[in-house]
């Protein structure tokens, strides 16, 4: 019942391009987060959108969601070889207390 | 430092030998949960906890159990761990339940069983 799949399962990018992430999922949501994980490490939380909002912004992520299609990207502009690492996006419940993870983006970006 | 601690960090033991990893936050956060990650698979929820004496099943609850006596720790526990648990577990915690619900995760056991 695992409600994230990413897409593509892994990206080689050279240094200052962007990189775009997908992440797809199944039912109704309260928000829906990105983390990053450097190999093997703690997951560390990126970015929260929530169900009504559109878009958002931090720094060099940008996050839009669109609800109808249940779909949401993450943009990382100029990229730089310290992005390299998994991205994973996580949704929750409408409820809020139980999550669900997708399988993850691997980003290489190449110095 | 805010921060969520697991023990061990790694752990090789055999088939049906009893564990317990630790998990701790010192954030006093009232939302706890363990995740496993497999590859291929991502993170898949075991076991939350929306406060103390609450817990309930995630996705793959099956094979564990955990207890929420204390609202900073939240052990996971293997009866008779098997194989197929070998994996890298994650605790995290959350403020509360709700829509920033932002997790902060420890740093990860990585559980070989034989």
């Known amino acids: 019942s695992q409600q994230g799949e990413e897409d593509p399962q892994a990206l080689s990018i050279q240094e200052g391009e962007n990189a775009t992430m997908n992440c797809s999922y199944k039912t109704s949501i309260n928000n829906l987060q990105w983390y990053r994980q450097n190999s093997g490490r703690g997951l560390v939380h990126l970015i929260l959108i929530r169900s009504n909002e559109r878009e958002k912004h931090s720094g060099r992520l940008r996050v839009t969601l669109d609800t109808s299609k249940k779909s949401s990207s993450l943009l990382i502009t100029a990229s730089r070889a310290a992005d390299t690492a998994s991205y994973f996006c996580?949704?929750?419940?409408?409820?809020?207390?139980?999550?669900?993870f997708g399988t993850g983006t691997s980003l290489t970006v190449i110095p | 430092e805010a921060q969520v601690t697991q023990n061990p960090r790694y752990l090789i033991t055999v088939t049906g030998k009893k564990l317990t990893v630790t998990c701790s936050q010192n954030?006093?956060?009232?939302?706890m949960s363990w995740y496993r990650q497999d590859p291929g698979l991502g993170l898949r929820q075991i076991y939350y906890?929306?406060?103390?004496?609450?817990?309930d099943k995630g996705d793959v609850p099956e094979g564990y159990k955990v207890s929420r006596k204390e609202k900073r720790n939240f052990p996971l526990i293997l009866e008779s761990p098997s194989p197929n648990q070998t994996s890298l577990y994650f605790c995290?915690?959350?403020?509360?339940?709700?829509?920033?619900?932002?997790?902060?995760f420890g740093p990860g056991t990585r559980l070989t069983v034989l």
């Open positions: 954030m006093n956060h009232e939302y």
């Open positions: 995290a915690s959350t403020p509360s339940v709700g829509p920033d619900n932002e997790q902060f």
């Open positions: 996580a949704t929750d419940t409408h409820t809020g207390n139980q999550f669900y």
């Open positions: 906890s929306m406060n103390v004496e609450v817990t």
